[in-house]
């Protein structure tokens, strides 16, 4: 039987109504939660990119203000600029786009962002926050994974979860996430990467497969245990003659193989990326509550 498809663009869309409802629940109190989205540069794929998280924060209720700096800026610049961000009240989260250009240093720019206004939870303060279970924003990314996982009834309680990528946005946070002791994780986690021998061992032993390696259609249906759930994070374009664009989306996972295995499997596109951008907003309004508890 084929697998049930996790819809994230469906998700994605219940959890966007959520948000709409914390932030009208916000602005009674005189609240409007505000994001700030800086991107340096103009490549077209992560200008539509940053527009769209704009253009869905205003639909949710959000304020949010789009910077766009020269591709040549200093790294001194950007610094300064995310710092006036911090300053600036209107603002209870800050996401700078990234990739950012040779000149400027993604490590030095992210150590720059207010932790407390860190959307993306991406500041080492917070991923030592979410590491010892604290409070925090979680990254968008992983935590798209968790809401996946459990609005569609696959809870990775008790589970064995192999995560195939050890990046700091995807693979290493959505692993101390799924380990920790509480209702929303207390699974058993794998971590497999480019160093993994016979990868195949692992990946069949998964309960629960999340893939975040960069590489198209590399798991195959022979490395996934029958009835497991796989949540696929890839985003690999490939040549295709018949678009017209000359390529199209694929994830690292074979889907139309693996699909007849599994239980249940995100496709790609529509799968966890639209969750990405739902858990930034829902970041970004937990920011404005926190400090609304805070004052």
Known sequence: MPAQIIDGKSIADQVRAEVSDRARQLQERGITPGIALLLVGDDPSSLSYVRSKGDKAEKAGLFSEFIQMPEDTSESNVIARVQ???????????????????????????????????????????????????????????????ELLHRSGHL???????????????????????????????????????????????????????????????????????????????????????????????????YESVSQVASAITPVPGGVGPMTIAMLLSNTVWLAEHHTRSD
């Open 156 to 254: 990775p309680a008790k589970k064995h979860v192999v995560v195939c990528g050890r990046s700091n946005i995807v693979g290493k946070p959505i692993a101390n996430i799924l380990m920790q002791k509480n209702d929303r994780a207390n699974a058993t986690v794998t971590i497999c990467h480019t160093g993994t021998v016979d990868l195949s061992t692992f990946t069949k032993q998964a309960d629960i497969l999340i893939t975040a390696i960069g590489s198209a259609r590399t798991i195959t249906s022979d490395m996934v245990k029958p009835g497991a759930v796989v949540i696929d994070v890839g985003n690999n374009w490939i040549e295709d003659s018949s678009r017209k664009s000359g390529r199209r989306l694929v994830g690292d996972v074979d």
């Open 84 to 146: 006036a961000l911090n300053a600036d009240d209107r603002f209870h989260g800050i996401l700078v786009q990234l990739p950012l250009p040779k000149q400027v240093s993604e490590d030095r720019v992210i150590a720059a962002i207010d932790p407390d206004k860190d959307a993306d939870g991406v500041t080492t303060t917070n991923l030592g926050r979410l590491m010892r279970g604290e409070p925090c924003p979680w990254p968008a990314t992983p935590t798209g994974i968790v």
